[in-house]
């Protein structure tokens, strides 16, 4: 299967040579690169987030390998998604799926179902993947749509990729993709994602999980975040670094009602 994009032309530019000028705004070329296990990343449309994205995986030396968990906008498919063969369009070029990879995800646990329907209008998992082919010429993905779950689910999903991974013995950067609060003041949403960030960089998916329930704090990928530190703790994550915080007030100049992006990477 061919899963075309959805978001081209209004997240980000539709033509080839438009996307790379964007993209090439945004990334930072002299940054150090790092072995990097985890990844949070924001999925705006790029006049918003791209630079966030971008300087975020700019850090990382991107592997060969590399699976994203993208929450679900749309209600549509399982609850927890995966496709393990096809690939998917960009304006750049076509990105082919880890079949290997992806069936060892999901042979590792009951959780996760082999589903087209939750990923075919998702773009969580889309607008990443132009950064990524920008910043590497050559890999493979495993796309991963979740819906929301307990922290319990959300540990099991992360500690079966990280099984998976050390089944499948190469190298995998995970990134979970997740915009942070939505649509409240820029005073109320950089306090509510403190917190949040706060939890994430001390490593702590159940602090993380808690938080966004007891503070109402409107992260639409508290369940990727939550399943890639799982994972990454359990590969030996020991630390956790904000590149980056801002909100689409900074772009819009509407204050009043924003939606917060951080970039921060777990090593």
Not at 23 to 38: D, H, P, Q, R, W
Not at 236 to 249: C, D, F, Q, R
Request: net charge negative; aromatic share 8%.
């Amino acid at each position: 299967m061919l899963r075309n994009p959805v978001v081209a032309g209004q997240f980000y530019p539709a033509s080839k040579e438009q996307l790379i000028c964007e993209i090439e705004k945004y990334v930072n070329k002299k940054a150090s690169k790092e072995k990097i296990l985890g990844i949070v990343s924001p999925h705006a449309g790029y006049v918003c987030s791209g630079e966030t994205a971008a300087l975020t995986l700019s850090r990382a030396e991107l592997p060969n390998n590399i699976i994203i968990l993208g929450p679900n906008h749309t209600g549509a498919g399982a609850r927890f998604s995966i496709m393990t063969h096809g690939m998917w369009n960009t304006p750049i070029d076509n990105v082919n799926i880890n079949n290997e990879l992806a069936e060892i995800i999901l042979n590792k646990t009951s959780l996760i179902k082999e589903d087209e329907e939750a990923q075919i209008y998702e773009y969580s998992i889309e607008v990443q993947l132009p950064i990524i082919q920008y910043l590497k010429s050559d890999f493979k993905f495993v796309p991963i749509v979740v819906s929301y779950g307990d922290i319990k689910q959300y540990q099991e999903i992360g500690h079966a990729i990280a099984g998976a991974i050390e089944d499948f013995g190469d190298e995998v950067l995970i990134i979970a993709s997740s915009d942070m609060t939505h649509h409240e003041s820029s005073e109320t949403a950089k306090r509510k994602d403190n917190l949040a960030i706060e939890s994430i960089l001390d490593l702590d998916e159940v602090e993380l999980f808690n938080r966004v329930r007891k503070y109402n704090i409107s992260m639409c990928g508290c369940g990727s975040v939550c399943i890639m530190l799982a994972a990454c703790k359990k590969l030996g994550a020991k630390h956790a670094e904000l590149v980056k915080y801002t909100n689409s007030g900074e772009v819009t100049g509407d204050f009043a009602q924003v939606v917060g992006y951080a970039g921060i990477t777990v090593k």
